[in-house]
């Protein structure tokens, strides 16, 4: 029986079908829970606390200031639904290491000198004109540059890519640029990745090619989700990211047996 297709593509929804079709349909088709984890966590509680500074006028965007919304987002995330049944380790180390990250943002640029125009902005545009999907971004932070130009930034609070993985990367950025593009009329003049671990940017500059690799990239993966959800074909594909696999227990490449997955679906 053919499955429901899902209303909405989103940067997250892409790579997670590049990455791995039957983790895929887990999460976005039966919409299988995820128990929360401490790295999306601390990504949560860092992103929440650069939103809260952004706020602030630009000359009060100091370090002090920013581990005071540090503090903020921590009663906000900590106590939210989402994050009720994380279990931590050792907290002490956790938000010490939250604290480090935003420490460390610092040494990227000067929070004060950037104009933001849109802060955790959801932007939404149809893939095409039947819109059969909309596309669908939550950009991390908008802003104009000295120039007047647009300049998409995403926080990363994980690990640095690999220089092979650089380019994979960016897709998320990409995808943020040709929303820009499709509901502004305007493409961003820079878009960049800020790892705050290291701390690193990654900065790319989008362009006619890049723009139209996007658009073919997400078309393409859009019908592959088409066919998967006609046929109910999601294969599992294991690599790498299986040792971070929520769904492995359910997983035929690892012994597991997808109905059981179903059966929790069903019994919810
Ligand atoms: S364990 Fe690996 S192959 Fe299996 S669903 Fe998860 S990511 Fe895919």
């Given at each position: 029986m053919a499955l429901a297709l899902p209303a909405t593509l989103s940067p997250s929804k892409v790579v997670s079908f590049r990455d791995c079709a039957l983790s895929f349909r887990f999460s976005v088709i039966d919409r299988l829970p995820e128990p929360p984890s401490a790295a999306a966590c601390k990504g949560t509680l860092v992103h929440k606390a650069l939103e809260h500074l952004y706020a602030?006028?630009?000359?009060?965007?100091?370090v002090d200031a920013a581990l005071a919304d540090l503090d903020r987002a921590r009663v906000e995330v900590m106590q939210?639904?989402?994050?009720?049944d994380l279990c931590l380790e050792d907290e002490a180390a956790f938000h010490a290491s939250a604290e480090t990250l935003v420490r460390r943002y610092f040494q990227l640029e000067d929070p004060r000198t950037i104009r933001p125009i849109g802060l955790e902005l959801l932007l939404s545009t149809p893939l095409?004109?039947?819109?059969?999907v909309a596309l669908r971004g939550i950009i991390d932070r908008l802003e104009l540059d000295e120039a007047g130009d647009l300049v998409v930034t995403d926080y990363k609070t994980g690990k640095v890519p690999s220089e092979r993985h650089e380019h994979g990367r960016l897709t998320g950025v990409h995808f943020y640029s040709y929303l820009c593009e499709k509901l502004f009329g305007r493409r961003p003049a820079r878009i960049q990745l800020l790892?705050?671990?290291?701390p690193m940017a990654i900065i790319a500059t989008p362009s006619e090619q890049s723009t139209r690799g996007l658009e073919r990239k997400v078309g393409a993966i859009w019908s592959a989700i088409e066919r998967a959800c006609e046929r109910d074909d999601f294969r599992p594909k294991p690599g790498v990211l299986c040792s971070w696999c929520a769904y492995k227990d359910y997983c035929p490449a690892f012994g597991g047996d997808p109905a059981r997955a179903m059966e929790l679906v069903t019994a919810s």
């Open positions: 602030r006028p630009a000359e009060d965007r100091t939210s639904g989402e994050y009720a095409d004109e039947q819109g059969k790892y705050l671990s290291e």
